[in-house]
């Protein structure tokens, strides 16, 4: 079975469980739209699954082909969709954007799909289904182009939406206005990493608008701007096959992401820029997903390009993304992976370093409260030729007098921050020094300036496995903490991955926050190190063996 014909018929039961949730009861207003698990009809949906559907009917190898079942939801449809197009021609996103034309560029792009696919099916059966899309497609591509966006990759999500539909509807216009949002370059760096920093979402959304550009124009610099990107993903994936997100400025932040939405973007890509290699990343990711259970998505694509099934899937492939070292100084992040484990490091940021062995991770946060400094935040963050340096200062400081008599009494209505003056306090200067070592790095921390100020190291693991040292054995439970004084710390996950940091050092019990510190994780269990400045340590973090013992 090839992989078309495998997603195909993952995509027949997903229709048939789409139309068990619309709504047939023609005296509803929401006739033909198709209820959400909030209990709810989105109005923007119903283009994503009218997409869906006319694939479906659209394919002989469908079970649902021409079936007048489908025929009928795909006509409640289309109701459902005249009756809720705002009078601009533009679509709702209910939560947060109404009338909104990106939001209804990316329905119609999933439209495009489906019209596409209608365009190849000759059947007059089918025929029902052309005038009332083609309608939808003139009135949308009016409202979408007369109307702006929210972020950098509706841009892109517009333009490609409005060349599509000039090429279907001759509305000159349409192109006109998508070249306009052209001319501002693709945002995208020399690192192949666009604007919105979201390796687990934007990114591929990002990719997914280059190859429609590319199609839409037959500019190859579309193309070439997606390998760019889909090349600096290989330093995103951890050993556990997920997606690193803890550094992204959109949604996706913080989440569990694998690939299965990129598996169709490196199989388009490698296949339109003829480069097999790209090929290979998409069948590993398909094999990974069915590892792991699940298939990924892009069926319309593959039966847009049937040829394009299984390219590149025997070509050569080292696994790039098993061993990278490479620093993202537009991005403010350096990863390193060797293998089993990974580590990632975060200028600005209080959680700045992230460490994962398998599927077990773990960040570490740095708390040194000075003034309304709460936490160690990198200024600086270079390579070196052992591996890499972050490097923060802070200092306290201390309100004077005005030095003429203020406007006001009011205090809230002074304005303190800006034109109140100071004097700088005693500074705290913090070095990391970051050393690669094969089976994971070491950890020099190094503070000048104030002394006694009682500093914190916090290595916060995912719960559910053990914590131990030569002293003590304990099960690491979410929002649970232990301050440990002296030997080596042994963390273990539910699968038996492990991870050791030490030798730890114990000084005090400060473990209070302040306001505006880094939380203490309630779905993390925390190890301690503390000590007073100034602090002069390494430490040792290693992905050991499963076998290991202190």
Known sequence: MTHCQELLARHDGYIEALLARQITQQNDPRYGGFWTEQFHVEPRQSGFFLGDMIAAYCTKGSRWYLQPRLAEAIQADLTYMTNHQRPDGCFDLTPCNYASPPDTAFMMNAVLNGWWLLEKCSAPEADFIREPVLRLIDTTSRGIAAGGFHTPNHRWAIAACLLSCEKITGNAALGERAREYLREGLDINEDGEFAERSAGNYNQVNDDQMIRLYLATGDSTYLEAAAKNLEMMYCYFDPDNSVFTNNSTRQDLGKKVYAESYYILY??????LR???LGAMAEWIWQDCRRRGTHPGGVEWLLLFPEMDGYG???PFMKPFEHYDRLFPDSDIARIREGRWSCSLLRSKANCL???HGSFSMYMTIYS??????????????PTETGYRMTAHAAGWYYLPFPEKPDTSDWWAMDNANRRPRTEGLPLDTMLDIVKRPDGIDLHIRTTGIDQLPLRMEFSFLPGGYVRTEHFLQRAGAGESI?????????????GETITIG???????????????????QSHYTVYFTAYTPVEKVIRIRAEALDHHL
């Open 503 to 521: 030798p730890a050092f114990g000084a005090h019990d400060f473990t209070d926050r302040m306001g505006g510190a880094y939380p203490l994780s």
């Open 354 to 356: 992230y460490f994962q």
């Open 313 to 315: 899937s025997d070509a």
């Open 275 to 277: 480069r097999p290699d």
């Open 369 to 382: 409260n000075l003034c309304d400094r709460r936490n160690f935040l990198a200024d600086t963050l270079v």
């Open 267 to 272: 199989l388009l890509v490698g296949y339109l």
């Open 483 to 495: 301050n440990v004084l002296d030997g080596h710390v042994e963390a273990a996950g539910p699968s």
